[in-house]
């Protein structure tokens, strides 16, 4: 079955600075990428998702990239701020079933 | 719109007790999910459904823990008899029926086994 992977686990970046999660996964007919944001004891929120017919998303500081040949997409966080700092989370969907990643935690140093 | 309702949010028990936990979707969302988050983790799918069918129910410990989702619409989650390692929020999801769909969560239910 469908597996995904994230990296890195914690991700500790100074405010301001640009910060980057991968995730790959293993089956190549997944065809819908959602990544949420996770503030602490808060439920999981969408942020933003691409859907394999493209390459590359973006919404004010943040954006994905999909590399569907290498099986990887990638979120980007422009000018991170403290309202930043929460879990993310990765997906991937196949047959209409969202297979998660285990999570980074991302804390914004000031 | 009205947002996924769970309840209890809160729910302590003792192992080998039962306890059941209820979600309502948001109107007209096909597709409900119940994942376990276990602190530190990332959300874990126990079943799916499409309407009032299951569509993956692979993870979910059958020999005690049971789910439905009576006429499609609201769903409960049994756990019968409870053990310590079931300690976790557990979060109900709902979405729409296509491929494309954006899973919105409930608040969830912290599940203490004592």
């Known amino acids: 079955g469908e597996n995904v992977e994230q990296h890195p686990s914690t991700l500790s970046v100074q405010e301001g600075d640009s910060a980057v999660i991968k995730c790959t996964y293993s089956d190549s007919a997944s065809n819908y990428f959602p990544w949420y944001k996770q503030e602490l004891g808060k439920r999981p929120q969408l942020i933003i998702d691409i859907r394999s017919n493209v390459g590359e998303k973006k919404d004010q500081r943040i954006a994905v990239t999909l590399n569907k040949t290498a099986k990887h997409f990638s979120l980007h966080i422009t000018e991170t701020q403290p309202e930043d700092s929460a879990v993310y989370f990765c997906a991937a969907s196949i047959n209409y079933q969202l297979i998660w990643g285990a999570g980074t935690k991302l804390i914004i140093k000031p | 719109e009205a947002g996924v309702a769970q309840s209890p949010r809160y729910k302590i028990i003792e192992k080998r007790q039962s306890v059941a936990f209820w979600c309502n979707p948001i109107?007209?969302?096909?597709?409900l999910y119940w994942y376990q988050q276990i602190l530190g983790q990332g959300p874990k799918l126990l079943i799916q459904f499409q309407n009032n069918g299951v569509v993956d129910d692979s993870q979910l410990p059958k020999d005690r823990f049971s789910a439905e989702r009576l006429k499609g619409v609201d769903s409960t989650l049994k756990i019968q008899p409870a053990k310590l390692e079931d300690s976790a929020v557990y979060l109900c999801a709902s979405g729409g029926s296509g491929v494309f769909t954006e899973a919105f969560f409930g608040q969830g239910t912290r599940l203490t086994v004592v």
């Open positions: 109107s007209g969302h096909a597709t």
